[in-house]
């Protein structure tokens, strides 16, 4: 194929991969993805205790996750759940963990 229009193709997406990568530039973002990432599933207590954090920062940033398509929510009578949106999110965790620390203990 044709190099130079396959570059252009994926300029047409630089807007939302610049975006994604957003997502990835707030530590706290990072550890709830990291928490769902090793839980599976956490409601909005379980992350703001393992992160020793309020709770009102964790849903603000729980709603950056959603708006930004890397978490989804469960709904359960009043409580909300909360997982990793889809394979590629835990991917990306774990290609940003190799890259930083070559000799991590991988599960």
């Excluded at 993805?33 to 309020?54: P, T």
Aim: hydrophobic fraction near 35%; charged fraction near 30%.
């Amino acid at each position: 194929g044709n190099i130079v229009a396959e570059v252009i193709m994926d300029f047409e997406h630089s807007d939302e991969i610049a975006n994604l990568f957003k997502m990835f530039s707030d530590k706290t973002r990072v550890n709830i993805l990291l928490c769902l990432k090793e839980k599976r599933e956490c409601s909005v207590d379980e992350i703001s205790e393992l992160l020793g954090m309020e709770q009102s920062a964790i849903s603000h940033q729980l709603r950056i996750l959603r708006q930004g398509r890397l978490v989804k929510q469960r709904k359960e009578g009043r409580y909300s759940f909360y997982s990793l949106d889809d394979l590629h999110v835990e991917l990306i965790l774990n290609l940003g963990k190799d890259h930083v620390c070559e000799d991590c203990a991988h599960d």
